[in-house]
């Protein structure tokens, strides 16, 4: 397969971050893969299995919150790999999981510190390369279908979800005229381990419920949405956030 360049995807050591790495290898790109230090033997095990498929890759541990990390991170790509062609900002954490009255500043931060702030981190650097490139790019990121309709119990993952949208608005019209897009996914309910942590009655029996197919997803579905907004074939599709969610929700 040519060469098609170089993506980055950050939270790849499991769920739908490994699986759209694994996606875009096979895709052609060559491969950096991000995720924090408690998950590296995952991620190494993800590079491994990426090298097998003959693409170059290589792993990178940052925490996405971090500033300093996510330039690093960015610069680190760039100098094994020569450029930065698709950034996937994917990593995410769940957070409190319970009545709004009940969380507290400290979680508050949390989640907003790794889904909004560290996703901005992560649009910020790879815009900054991209533009010094000259040649376009892609800009993924991971929003929810709770980023579209709140959810009482995930008071401060849905705002970081919505605020995914936003920015995901803003800088499709700032990287526009570079002819870079910038989009987001909107899951619903995907078997991960973060949908694991949910008690059944919130998480994979509410999700099958309220889908007309009465299915959840798998990951590789969302590595399918990827896969088409990182190719060149979704150029004229931009600012856009995409709900896969088995029609458990209507745009
Ligand atoms: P997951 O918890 O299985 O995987 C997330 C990965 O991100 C983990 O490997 C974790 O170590 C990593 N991570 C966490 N904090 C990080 C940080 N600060 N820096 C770098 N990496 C970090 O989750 P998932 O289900 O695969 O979700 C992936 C993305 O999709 C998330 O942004 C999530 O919010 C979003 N999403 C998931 C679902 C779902 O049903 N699973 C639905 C909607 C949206």
Redesign the pocket.
């Known amino acids: 397969m040519s060469f098609k360049g170089v993506a980055l995807v950050?939270?790849?050591?499991?769920?739908?971050?490994?699986?759209i790495a694994l996606r875009l290898a096979d895709d052609g790109f060559d491969v950096v893969v991000?995720?924090?230090s408690?998950?590296s033997d995952?991620?190494k095990t993800l590079a491994d299995e990426i090298q097998k498929k003959g693409r170059a890759t290589s792993h990178y541990t940052?925490?996405?919150?971090?500033e300093e990390q996510v330039k690093a991170m960015v610069e680190h790509a760039v100098a094994q790999h020569g450029s930065l062609d698709v950034m996937v900002a994917?990593?995410?954490?769940?957070g409190p999981n319970g009545p709004l009255v009940e969380v507290s500043t400290e979680q508050w931060d949390r989640v907003l510190?790794?889904?909004a702030r560290?996703t901005f981190l992560c649009y910020k650097y790879a815009g900054m390369q991209m533009i010094k490139q000259g040649r376009g790019g892609r800009i993924i990121g991971?929003?929810?279908?709770?980023?579209k309709r709140g959810m009482g119990i995930l008071t401060a993952?849905s705002a970081?979800?919505f605020a995914v949208r936003g920015l995901t608005q803003a800088a499709a019209l700032e990287f526009g005229p570079h002819n870079i897009t910038v989009n987001a996914?909107?899951?619903?309910?995907?078997?991960?381990?973060?949908?694991?942590?949910l008690d059944p009655s919130e998480?994979l029996d509410a999700?099958k419920a309220l889908s007309p197919l009465k299915q959840?997803?798998a990951?590789e579905d969302?590595a399918s949405l990827v896969s088409f907004l990182a190719s060149q074939e979704s150029k004229f599709i931009t600012g856009q956030t995409i709900s896969i969610n088995g029609g458990a929700f209507f745009d």
């Open positions: 950050t939270g790849a050591a499991q769920g739908i971050g490994r699986s991000n995720d924090v408690s998950n995952n991620l940052a925490d996405v919150s971090q994917n990593a995410g954490i769940l510190g790794v889904n560290g991971a929003s929810s279908l709770v980023g993952y970081s979800k996914y909107a899951p619903g309910s995907i078997t991960t381990p973060m949908l694991a942590s998480g999700a959840v997803g990951p969302i």
